[in-house]
C-alpha cells in the first residue's frame, strides 16, 4: 500500500521574505501579527539607518552608522559619508528593494541634514520612500 501524493495544480508563487515586526504588539485577537511586505521592508529600513555597525551580536558590520554623525560638522564631507554610509547599507542589508536613490541635503537649521531614500519593492516594483532629519554638528 502506498502513502498518498500531495499535489497541487497551482503552482505555488513565491512567498517574499518578511522581517520579524520591529515593535511586535499583540492585536485584538491576542497575537502577534507579520506586517505586509511594504511594512516589513520599511521597518528594517528603519533598523538600519538606526543601527550603529558593531551594536549588534554577530554582526559587527550590520548598520548605517548615522548615530556617529551626531558630533561631526554639517559639512559637504560629513554630507557624502552619511549617503555613501546609507547607499552601502540599504545594498547589504536590504535585498528586498532596488535602491533608485538616497539624497542628504542641509536643512534651514545647520544641525540638521535632511535624508530621503527612494527605493522599488524587488518583488512587485512597489515604490518606496522615507525622509529623515538627523542631526549632525552637536557639540
Do not use: C
Amino acid at each position: 500500500m502506498s502513502a498518498p501524493v500531495l499535489a497541487t495544480s497551482t503552482p505555488q508563487g513565491m512567498r517574499p521574505d518578511l522581517a520579524w515586526p520591529l515593535l511586535p504588539v499583540p492585536g485584538e485577537n491576542g497575537r502577534i501579527e507579520w506586517p505586509a511586505l511594504a511594512q516589513s521592508v520599511r521597518e528594517m529600513i528603519e533598523v538600519v539607518l538606526r543601527t550603529t555597525p558593531g551594536e549588534q551580536l554577530l554582526r559587527p558590520d550590520f548598520g548605517a552608522g548615522l548615530e556617529r554623525m551626531v558630533h561631526r560638522p554639517n559639512t559637504v564631507t560629513t554630507r557624502a559619508r552619511m549617503r555613501d554610509g546609507i547607499t552601502d547599507a540599504l545594498r547589504r542589508f536590504e535585498r528586498r528593494i532596488l535602491l533608485d536613490d538616497v539624497t542628504v541635503e542641509e536643512d534651514a537649521d545647520p544641525n540638521i541634514v535632511l535624508v530621503a531614500i527612494r527605493y522599488r519593492l524587488r518583488h512587485n516594483g512597489q515604490p518606496g520612500a522615507i525622509k529623515a532629519a538627523v542631526s549632525v554638528g552637536g557639540a
